[in-house]
């Protein structure tokens, strides 16, 4: 086994999980998290036609999704409102993890070609790119908004690794909050690592991955 690149997912890695973020949202308005994850966000795992899968690929705008994820709690006598959750994760318990980014800038000063791959949406994008020195960390950096393509698609993953290069699978490593996610990364042929809410578990599992592997 030989690792030549690591690839970052961006929220629940460099920052804490919007997952967390929002079960408390679904607490405050008597939603159970499955419940809530389920209006606000779909069914994670897949790539559907949910408003906000549409408008992590770019096909829907921020206030549009809005009111469809409105509207779909309503049917439900759930009124989750999506900026709640927004402004929870912009408040001070959503700071970035300078373990993570110390981390990766290491990787890459050791020779490791690094990634991000991210579910996001165009009205984020400056705000997210000014929480890390983007450039500094990765040599590649894929936004699921400018490309048209999230996870779990396989592509968006072996468009990272095109980006890169052409790495192959089996010599990448991706971390991610979201089991789903890393599953789907598993099965395109990367090595996958499920980051918690503590990422120290998570850099320990990396450091044995790569530990393990062979010299490049």
């Known amino acids: 086994m030989t690792i030549e690149a690591i690839v970052f997912d961006f929220g629940g890695v460099f920052t804490p999980s919007p997952f967390d973020a929002l079960r408390a949202v679904g607490e405050e308005v008597g939603a159970t998290f499955e419940d809530a994850l389920d209006i606000v966000f779909g069914p994670y795992d897949r790539d559907t036609d949910h408003p906000w899968h549409r408008c992590e690929r770019g096909e829907l705008d921020l206030e549009t999704a809005r009111a469809e994820i409105r509207a779909l709690g309503s049917a439900r006598g759930l009124e989750i409102e999506l900026y709640d959750l927004l402004k929870y994760l912009a408040s001070d318990d959503g700071g970035v993890r300078t373990a993570v980014v110390e981390r990766t800038r290491r990787l890459r ?9 991210t579910n996001n949406v165009a009205e984020f994008r400056e705000y997210w790119r000014a929480m890390l020195p983007v450039d500094e960390l990765f040599h590649a950096v894929v936004d699921s908004s400018e490309v048209g393509l999230r996870k779990p698609d396989p592509a968006i993953y072996e468009l990272a690794l095109e980006r890169l290069g052409g790495v192959a699978p089996e010599r990448a490593v991706f971390l991610d909050d979201y089991p789903g996610n ?29 530990d393990a592997a062979t010299p490049r």
């Open 109 to 117: 000063e050791q020779g490791y070609l690094t990634g991000l791959v």
């Open 182 to 210: 890393v599953e789907a990364a598993r099965r395109v042929g990367m090595h996958g690592v499920v980051v918690g809410s503590d990422p120290a578990g998570a850099l320990a599992e990396l450091e044995v991955l790569l």
